[in-house]
């Protein structure tokens, strides 16, 4: 099992969480792989969100 098992969203701590993100851009050149990285950011707080709902 994981070291995180258990530890939920708060594992990343809260300034590396997906809803920080502001949307700027600026991380996108710095991307390899050329990921859309504030759209990806968006679907990943959406998708925690559902989650966060589900468990209530």
Known sequence: M???A???NHSLGSLRQANHCIGCAQ???HCP???DIPREMQRIDA???RLKQNRR
């Open 47 to 49: 998708f925690v969100e």
């Open 2 to 4: 994981s070291p995180n």
């Open 27 to 29: 991380c996108n050149p």
């Open 33 to 35: 792989q050329g990921i």
């Open 6 to 8: 258990g530890k939920g």
